[in-house]
């Protein structure tokens, strides 16, 4: 028989002895089949050597006879353990440290099942039940699969790598065939989820143990028996905290709460074991500490390595399923729909209003440069105006001085018609005349004397039009009643600058005794004498920099001046000297001294409501309450005052009751 690849698969046929072919196809056949897995399963002890027999079945059917049954349900129970002894080494390398301890022993059992078990193993494969000595590799293998169970970090390191698949599906796979293909291996790694830690569920047994119902729970019961614990204290491995993969139909809430768990995935796995392994380091065979030391330094450095190519599995687990699930495909497909609709939206209201915006910046450019030219054009008609204007009254002012001159020329100094006031009595005084009505007068009032003297005919060459002589006397007079309300103007001018110099002096008058009149704060009488203090006699400006410290530190509306600090300091200091009237008035005006040596806030005498509220509150509260509470709530009750003022208050009125008495 020969193997030729067919459409990639192979297919046998049959050919004569002497028909070979000169190039035979070779392939590798995986092993399967019905009769080889009960080959497998005979040769693990896992199925009985009878299985396929019609006695086996009737056993199991029960019609049988009684002996035969009872002689099958003994080979059953001597059968169900492994044999060790009878088993090759290839066999037992492919038993586990559960298995060969007891066959049925699960992963996740107590300390209390591996103690039985091993006890049971020793029973049987102890060198002195079995007589085949101390180097007996069952026996070995027994007491290394103890030792390495017993001891929580070695168990924690071997349940690590001991039956694990580590394969994670590639990329490409079929919407259809993503939950098969994915659901088992998030099943298959939720084995090292940190909920599954053996070292925390002993530790959680542990102090289950220690705690007052688990001492209860372990005392004897009134017949001398102990309570019997359950045999599987240690609980199992639960999946109550992971969410499940779920299915096309899961909410999208549960499957991102489910890649959530996967994204911070925690897993106890612990490859020391492993790493020790593949370093072939024995930490126990060192030489010296140094190499003791740089051994476990190597297999730590491998571990860490280790540890962060299983994260890395698992992160890639994880992408690879994120990007191959069809509801995260379908959502992922809906954002890039609403976000490309709303990213639409976006450019076409941006559009809408750039398009909005253009047309009223046209419209009010358009309006802006129609009301410029507007606005030009007025500001050239008035510019226009001016010069039009301008060059009137300059025409005025040349004519009006050129008659004014030529009749001054012809009139006769010695005519009486004239009068002695009608003519100037010289030429410069004349012109001062003149320039002053240029300056003052308009051009309407200008041609108005200039038509009295004749108008512009008198002066042409060609003119018949006579000189008015005797118009002289109007233009001086109008210059003296021009010159005169000048003067007027010039004096009410200066009445109005000094009306307004009064009227500021009065308010500055008036606000300063408003300031005065203003009582001083508290704060104000405590920087006043920290002031005091802190710039003593004899200084340049001492009172300049009392006031600026006060007003800096108080921060008032209406700052303080220097003459108010001096007269409130004046007051301070009178009062301070002037005899005590009464005992309590001494003591206002001794503590008034004290806060000005000492630069306190306690300058301000004490009232008679402050008084009164002070004796009240001493009565409201007793002397049996405590110390400090009493006299803050004392204090509390006296407004303006605090604790100290009421403490130094009430000794200060004592004193002087002594004193009295």
Not at 525 to 548: C, E, M, Q, T
């Amino acid at each position: 028989m020969s193997a030729t690849m067919f459409s990639n698969q192979f297919v046998i046929t049959p050919i004569s002895p002497l028909d070979w072919p000169s190039t035979l196809l070779t392939g590798q056949i995986q092993r399967a089949g019905r009769s080889y897995l009960a080959y497998e399963s005979r040769l693990l002890n896992r199925r009985h050597f009878l299985h396929s027999s019609s006695f086996y079945h009737q056993q199991q059917n029960g019609t049988a006879s009684s002996s035969s049954s009872t002689t099958a349900q003994a080979v059953d129970e001597k059968k169900k353990e492994y044999d060790l002894l009878a088993m090759s080494e290839r066999k037992l390398n492919k038993l586990n440290y559960y298995q060969v301890l007891q066959r049925d022993l699960p992963m996740h059992a107590s300390a209390d099942d591996i103690r039985k078990a091993y006890h049971k193993a020793c029973l049987k494969y102890h060198p002195d039940k079995t007589g085949r000595g101390e180097e007996d590799e069952v026996f070995l293998l027994v007491k290394a699969a103890f030792d390495t169970l017993s001891d929580p970090t070695k168990r924690r390191s071997y349940d690590s790598t001991v039956d694990f698949d580590e394969s994670i599906p590639k990329d490409g796979v079929e919407e259809a065939d993503f939950y098969n293909e994915y659901g088992p291996v998030f099943e298959r790694n939720l084995r090292f989820a940190s909920f599954n830690d053996p070292a925390r569920q002993v530790s959680a047994k542990n102090d289950d143990i220690a705690s007052p119902s688990a001492k209860k729970k372990g005392k004897k019961n009134k017949g001398g028996k102990k309570s019997n614990n359950s045999s599987n204290d240690m609980p199992s491995p639960t999946k109550e905290t992971c969410p499940s993969l779920g299915d096309d139909s899961t909410p999208l809430s549960e499957v991102h709460a489910f890649y959530d768990f996967w994204i911070h995935f925690e897993s106890w796995r612990d490859f020391t074991l492993k790493a020790t392994k593949e370093t072939e380091h024995d930490v126990e065979a060192a030489d010296s500490r140094d190499e003791k030391r740089w051994m476990k330094q190597e297999i730590e450095r491998k571990v860490k390595k280790m540890k962060r190519e299983e994260m890395a599995r698992i992160n890639l687990l994880v992408e690879r399923a994120m990007a191959a699930d069809p509801r995260l495909k379908r959502e992922r497909e809906r954002e890039r729909n609403e976000k490309a609709a709303k990213e639409e939206a976006r450019k076409k209201l941006e559009e809408e209003k750039a398009e909005q915006e253009r047309k009223e910046r046209e419209a009010k450019e358009a309006e802006q440069k129609k009301m410029a030219e507007v606005v030009a054009k007025e500001k050239a008609n008035d510019k226009k105006l001016k010069e039009q204007q301008k060059k009137q009254l300059r025409k005025a002012k040349q004519l009006f001085r050129k008659l004014t001159m030529t009749a001054y020329q012809a009139a006769i100094p010695n005519n009486e018609s004239t009068g002695k006031d009608a003519v100037w009595d010289d030429l410069e005084q004349m012109n001062d005349d003149i320039e002053l009505l240029c300056d003052k007068l308009s051009t309407v009032e200008l041609n108005a004397l200039s038509d009295a003297l004749g108008g512009a005919a008198a002066v042409e060459e060609d003119g018949n039009a006579p000189i008015c002589v005797d118009a002289l006397v109007e233009v001086r007079q109008c210059a003296q009643e021009t010159a005169a309300g000048a003067e007027r103007q010039s004096l009410l001018a200066i009445k109005q600058r000094q009306h307004a110099r009064e009227v500021a002096a009065e308010k500055a008058r008036e606000a300063k005794l408003a300031r005065a009149s203003t009582p001083w704060t508290k704060d104000e009488l405590s920087a006043l004498a920290k002031a005091v203090k802190k710039y003593p006699p004899g200084g340049s400006n001492r009172w300049d920099a009392i006031a600026l410290f006060i007003n800096n530190q108080c921060k008032m509306p209406d700052p303080r001046s220097k003459e108010e600090c001096i007269e409130k300091y004046n007051q301070i200091a009178a009062s301070v000297a002037s005899p005590p009237a009464q005992a309590s008035s001494s003591h206002d005006k001794d503590s008034t001294a004290e806060a000005d040596k000492d630069g306190g806030s306690a300058i301000e005498p004490w009232t008679e409501e402050q008084d009164n509220l002070l004796q009240e509150m001493l009565r409201k509260y007793p002397a049996d309450m405590d110390k400090n509470e009493r006299w803050k709530a004392i204090a509390k009750g006296v407004p303006g005052r605090s604790k100290k003022d009421c403490v130094e208050r009430f000794k200060a009125i004592r004193e002087a009751v002594r004193q009295k008495t």
